[in-house]
C-alpha cells in the first residue's frame, strides 16, 4: 500500500495531480459529479441522488467503472453538520474512517476532519467552498490539496460554480479528497437559507 493512501492505491499520485469536477445538475434529473483528468478520462463520479441532495444523508463516491471507493453519511442527530466517511459502500455495523465538522474556534472559517483509525491526526478545511476556493490542510499546515474555479484555457473566462478543479499534492489521496468535496457540497448546500443568503452558525462544542 502506498504511503498517503486513505481511500484506494490507484488514486495517490506521484506527481501533483489536477482534476476537473462537475455538478451534473444541470445536464441531468436529480445531481452528481463527474470528475475528469488532465486528458479528459474519467476518474471518480457520483451517480443522481435525489431531486435535493440537501435531504440526502449518505452519498457514494465511486470510480469509473463504478466500484464503490467511500461513503459519505451525515451523522444523526448533531447539532451542526457532522459527515462521516465509511471504505466502500457503508455496511450496518461497520465503523467509520474519518469524520468532519466544523471548527470549534469561533469566528474561524474551516472544518476538522478527524481521522478516527489514527487518533490525533487531522485535517483541516479553510476558505470558502461556495466560492470554490478553498485548500485542504494536513496536521503540519501544508496544503495538501486545492479546490479552485476553473479557468476555460482557450477563452480566459472563468467558468460557473458547477465546473471548477480539485489540484491534489503529491502522495495524497485523490478519493479521499473527492469525499471531502461531497461533504463541503451538502454543508455549503445547508448554509443557505430560502432567500439565498450564507447563514451564520455558531461552532460546535
Request: charged share 30%.
Amino acid at each position: 500500500m502506498k504511503e498517503g493512501v486513505i481511500v484506494e492505491n490507484d488514486f495517490v499520485y506521484d506527481e501533483e495531480k489536477h482534476l476537473t469536477v462537475m455538478k451534473t445538475s444541470l445536464f441531468f434529473a436529480g445531481d452528481g459529479y463527474t470528475v475528469y483528468d488532465c486528458k479528459g478520462e474519467l476518474v471518480f463520479r457520483v451517480d443522481s441522488y435525489g431531486p435535493d441532495p440537501r435531504e440526502k444523508d449518505e452519498i457514494v463516491l465511486m470510480d469509473a467503472p463504478g466500484k464503490c471507493l467511500l461513503t459519505v453519511r451525515r451523522k444523526r442527530p448533531s447539532l451542526h453538520h457532522r459527515w462521516e466517511g465509511y471504505l466502500g459502500e457503508r455496511t450496518e455495523g461497520q465503523k467509520p474512517i474519518f469524520s468532519v465538522r466544523r471548527s470549534s474556534i469561533i469566528g474561524r472559517s474551516s472544518m476538522t476532519v478527524e481521522m478516527l483509525k489514527n487518533s490525533g491526526e487531522e485535517y483541516q478545511i479553510e476558505g470558502s467552498f461556495g466560492n470554490r476556493h478553498c485548500t485542504i490542510f494536513n496536521g503540519e499546515k501544508e496544503p495538501m490539496a486545492e479546490i479552485k474555479r476553473k479557468v476555460d484555457a482557450s477563452t480566459n473566462v472563468v467558468l460557473g460554480k458547477d465546473v471548477f478543479s480539485l489540484i491534489l499534492r503529491p502522495g495524497f489521496d485523490g478519493a479521499f479528497a473527492m469525499g471531502l468535496v461531497l461533504v463541503l457540497d451538502q454543508i455549503n448546500g445547508d448554509d443557505f437559507d430560502n432567500n439565498g443568503t450564507e447563514m451564520e452558525h455558531p461552532a460546535e462544542d
